[in-house]
């Protein structure tokens, strides 16, 4: 599996800011897709996840301000993070990661980061 992440810029507070990741190669193994992100100086952070049944999650501090969906074509996935309301604190690098199932293991595919700041 391949993931690119794109959309990443500067935005103001309380702007929006949608990105987008394509996984392509083995998606059929794909059971979950989730968006990750690393301020400076802090650890990665889980944001939201989709799976294949549609099922999304969220961290707190973004529920209900972030919005994670999917398009699935024939060898092409697309995820998508919607972020309304952004704050400073939103700052980051975000990264799509995808997890495969592979012979009963898990396995975790990462993109390269998309880089997100929020400010003024």
């Known amino acids: 599996v391949q993931l690119q992440a794109f959309g990443g810029r500067l935005v103001q507070p309380g702007g929006s800011l949608s990105l987008s990741c394509a996984a392509s190669?083995?998606?059929?193994?794909?059971?979950?897709m989730v968006w990750h992100r690393q301020a400076p100086g802090k650890q990665r952070e889980l944001v939201a996840g989709?799976?294949?049944?549609?099922?999304?999650?969220?961290a707190d501090s973004v529920q209900g301000r972030f919005f994670i969906s999917i398009t699935r074509y024939p060898g092409k996935n697309t995820v998508y993070l919607q972020m309304d309301s952004l704050k400073p604190d939103d700052t980051a690098v975000y990264y799509c990661?995808?997890?495969?199932?592979?012979?009963?293991?898990?396995?975790?595919?990462w993109g390269q980061g998309t880089k997100v700041t929020v400010s003024s």
């Open positions: 990661n995808a997890q495969q199932s592979l012979e009963g293991a898990i396995k975790d595919v």
């Open positions: 190669g083995s998606i059929r193994s794909i059971i979950r």
């Open positions: 989709i799976n294949n049944q549609g099922i999304t999650d969220y």
